[in-house]
C-alpha cells in the first residue's frame, strides 16, 4: 500500500494558538481522512478531506475549530484552532485507494496542549 | 449504523504462548473487518482483512482471524506470541462496498511476559 509522511511527529503548544499537520502520500488516492486519538482511547473519525472541496465533517467536529484542506490527491492538512488542553491528542491522517482497499495510516501526531 | 465491540481491554500472555483477541461487530450485513496493530508512538499497521471469501484470513507477523457470521465475530489469534507483540490492537469494521466509514473498536493492550 502507499506510504502517509506525517509531521510534525509531535508538538507542544500554548493554549489559544494553532497547529497545523500535514499529511503527504506517495501515490495519488481517492480518499483522505482525520482522525483523533484521545488519550487511552480508541480512534474517532474528524472528517473526509475532498480534495478540491470542503471536508466533510462527523458529528461534534466543526469547520472552525478543524479546518482542512485537500488541494490534490496527494496532500492533505488539517489545523487545531484556539487550542485548549482538551485538544492534546494524538491526530492521524489516512488514505485509501479505489474500493476494496484497506485504509492506511500515517504515523500521527501527538500534540499536546499547556 | 455499525459498531464493533472488544471486550478485553488489557491482556496479559506470556512470551510463546498463544492469543486470542475478541471482536464483534453490529452491522446489517456481512461487512468488510478488518485488525490493525499500534505500537508505542506509532501510527496504525494493517495485519489482516476479510472481504469476502474463505473466513479464515491469514496475516502478517503470523497473525490469523477468523470470521464467523452467526456469531458476528472476528477474532484475532495467534499461535506463539514474541515479546515485539506488545501493542494495542485494534478491530475496524466498514460497510459494504467501502461506501461507509470505518469505524474503530475501543482496542485491546497486549503485554507480554517472560
Known amino acids: 500500500s502507499a506510504v502517509i509522511s506525517q509531521k510534525p511527529s509531535r508538538d507542544i503548544c500554548q493554549r489559544g494558538t494553532s497547529l497545523t499537520i500535514q499529511c503527504q502520500v506517495d501515490?495519488?488516492?481517492?480518499?483522505m481522512f482525520w482522525y483523533r486519538q484521545q488519550p487511552g482511547q480508541s480512534l474517532t473519525l474528524i472528517a473526509t478531506?475532498?480534495?478540491?472541496?470542503?471536508?466533510?465533517?462527523e458529528s461534534g467536529f466543526v469547520i472552525d475549530k478543524f479546518p482542512i484542506s485537500r488541494p490534490n490527491l496527494t496532500f492533505s492538512t488539517l489545523t487545531v484552532s484556539n487550542m485548549s488542553p482538551e485538544d492534546s491528542s494524538i491526530y492521524l491522517c489516512?488514505?485509501?485507494?479505489?474500493?476494496?482497499?484497506?485504509?492506511?495510516f500515517g504515523q500521527g501526531t501527538r500534540l499536546t496542549v499547556v | 449504523a455499525q459498531s464493533v465491540t472488544q471486550p478485553d481491554i488489557h491482556i496479559t500472555v506470556s512470551e510463546g504462548a498463544s492469543l486470542e483477541l475478541r471482536c464483534n461487530y453490529s452491522?446489517?450485513?456481512?461487512?468488510?473487518l478488518f485488525w490493525y496493530v499500534q505500537s508505542p508512538g506509532q501510527g496504525l499497521q494493517l495485519l489482516l482483512k476479510?472481504?469476502?471469501?474463505?473466513?479464515l484470513v491469514q496475516g502478517i507477523k503470523g497473525f490469523e482471524a477468523e470470521f464467523k457470521r452467526s456469531q458476528s465475530s472476528f477474532n484475532l489469534r495467534k499461535p506463539s506470541v514474541h515479546w515485539s507483540d506488545a501493542a494495542e490492537y485494534f478491530c475496524?469494521?466498514?460497510?459494504?462496498?467501502?461506501?461507509?466509514?470505518?469505524?474503530f473498536g475501543t482496542g485491546t493492550r497486549l503485554t507480554i511476559i517472560p
Open positions: 489516512s488514505g485509501r485507494g479505489d474500493l476494496n482497499t484497506e485504509a492506511f
Open positions: 501515490s495519488q488516492v481517492t480518499m
Open positions: 478531506a475532498n480534495q478540491g472541496s470542503e471536508a466533510t465533517y
Open positions: 452491522y446489517g450485513a456481512t461487512p468488510y
Open positions: 476479510y472481504f469476502s471469501g474463505d473466513t
Open positions: 475496524a469494521v466498514e460497510g459494504l462496498f467501502g461506501n461507509e466509514k470505518l469505524t
